[in-house]
Nanobody, 127 residues
Framework: QMQLVESGGGSVQAGGSLRLSCTASGYIFDRFCMSWFRQGPGKEREAVASMTDGGLITYADSIKGRFTFSEDDTKATLYLEMNSLQPEDTAVYYC?????????????????????WGQGTLVSVTS
């Protein structure tokens, strides 16, 4: 069974940066659509970035070009580099995956297809 484990969260001041990691196990890495989600206090979970099995990355408008999604296939690890963090970015961040079914879904609907979730890592941004 596939497992995802996030790490790298913490507390930072506004304008700071964090790099989140997600290590995957129990699956063939390049056969999945991968994504990062976040859920702030009292808010719904939202997708912030996705990556197709072909490496195409899509970002949510809300992160305003501040985040970068990457992967190291040899380490089966995903990364989310977060820069210029703002208090509005405070949330639990999750990595997620679903098996490729011909092609990966667009970011706005990828939540419907997620099959595996990490446990989440908390990011707190103070003013």
């Amino acid at each position: 069974q596939m497992q995802l484990v996030e790490s790298g969260g913490g507390s930072v001041q506004a304008g700071g940066s964090l790099r989140l990691s997600c290590t995957a196990s129990g699956y063939i890495f390049d056969r999945f659509c991968m994504s990062w989600f976040r859920q702030g206090p009292g808010k719904e979970r939202e997708a912030v970035a996705s990556m197709t099995d072909g490496g195409l990355i899509t970002y949510a408008d809300s992160i305003k070009g501040r985040f970068t999604f990457s992967e190291d296939d040899t380490k089966a690890t995903l990364y989310l580099e977060m820069n210029s963090l703002q208090p509005e970015d405070t949330a639990v961040y999750y990595c997620a995956a679903d098996r490729v079914r011909g092609s990966c879904p667009p970011l706005k609907s990828i939540h419907r297809f997620v099959e595996h979730w990490g446990q989440g890592t908390l990011v707190s941004v103070t003013s």
